[in-house]
């Protein structure tokens, strides 16, 4: 989000030079520079003890295509933290491993994806209600119904990060 107004009085803001950033929006009644803000989410790829990853398909974002678990981050909530809560609402499988897979831009919509690869004991789904089906798929054959790859699609380099630190090849 980019503030135009200050969120404390309601002034119009001007830009002013903040340091090495630049022209900052910043409120003279105030004194207080705006900068932009953006949400932080998470994006999680789950794999099990046979090399399955679990695949979700969420109607709201297509019909066809599977995604690996992902949601936003709770205030006062840690990356890691959400990585685990989001896995366990929306599949309802409890994570025991949690590796960093870096952050991501999904330019879209404006959010810095946090990625992490998971590991939870293969059990049946229990789904939460924003869920329409989830699975467990080999993971060399998890591409097939997954969303396909494009520049802001994070689901691919954080799925060649589990290959290479699980030893499989495409």
Same mark, same amino acid.
């Given at each position: 989000m980019h503030f135009k107004y200050c969120p404390e009085c309601g002034r119009k803001l001007t830009d002013k030079q903040a340091g090495d950033d630049g022209l900052i929006p910043f409120c003279e009644v105030c004194e207080q520079y705006y900068f932009d803000i953006f949400p932080s989410c998470v994006i999680v790829l789950t794999y099990n003890e046979f090399d399955e990853i679990a695949l979700c398909r969420q109607s709201y974002l297509s019909d066809t295509y599977f995604n690996i678990t992902s949601g936003f981050m709770e205030v006062g909530? $840690? *990356? /890691? /933290? *959400? *990585?685990?809560?989001?896995?366990?609402? /929306?599949?309802?499988?409890?994570? $025991? /491993? !949690?590796?960093?897979?870096?952050? #991501?831009?999904?330019?879209?919509?404006? !959010?810095?994806? #946090?990625?992490?690869?998971?590991?939870a004991k293969k059990k049946d789904f229990r789904l939460s209600a924003e869920v329409d089906e989830a699975k467990w798929v080999p993971a060399l054959e998890a591409p097939k119904i997954m969303f396909p790859e494009s520049p802001s699609n994070a689901i691919y380099p954080i799925y060649r990060q589990f290959l290479k630190m699980r030893g499989l090849s495409e």
């Open positions: 909530e $840690t *990356a /890691e /933290e *959400a *990585a685990v809560r989001e896995v366990k609402e /929306e599949l309802g499988i409890d994570v $025991t /491993e !949690l590796t960093y897979a870096k952050t #991501h831009w999904f330019s879209p919509k404006g !959010l810095l994806m #946090h990625g992490f690869i998971a590991f």
